[in-house]
């Protein structure tokens, strides 16, 4: 399984951005998916995670109303739209695959890795 994250950059606060994260190998549908972020000096936090059926949706209470989660099972790709941006979203996004069964919230929950993202909203 190889997980491809993009669609990071420069914006400013108050834009908007859309990440995707596009997998490769089998089952995609049957997995739950995660978007996790790391800022400097910080530990990696959760920010939005999307199950695996009818795609039922979690989001950190930093994100919720601002972003939102969806995937695409016959493309194989997760998004996270991400609106009226704040400078402390600035971070590194990774997209993550959920192993069966476990929590959606915790970094330990997740398998598989994709490469990272970086996001930098200015003030």
């Known amino acids: 399984v190889q997980l491809q994250a993009s669609g990071g950059g420069l914006v400013q606060a108050g834009g908007s951005l859309r990440l995707s994260c596009a997998a490769s190998g089998r089952s995609f549908s049957t997995y739950g998916m995660g978007w996790f972020r790391q800022a400097p000096g910080k530990e990696r936090e959760f920010v939005a995670a999307i199950s695996w059926g009818v795609g039922g949706t979690y989001y950190a209470d930093s994100v919720k109303g601002r972003f939102t989660i969806s995937r695409d099972n016959a493309k194989k790709t997760v998004y996270l739209q991400m609106n009226s941006l704040k400078p402390e979203d600035t971070a590194i996004y990774y997209c993550?695959?959920?192993?069966?069964?476990?929590?959606?919230?915790?970094?330990?929950?997740?398998?598989?890795w994709g490469q990272g993202t970086l996001v930098t909203v200015s003030s």
């Open positions: 993550a695959r959920r192993a069966p069964g476990d929590s959606y919230y915790s970094t330990t929950s997740y398998d598989y």
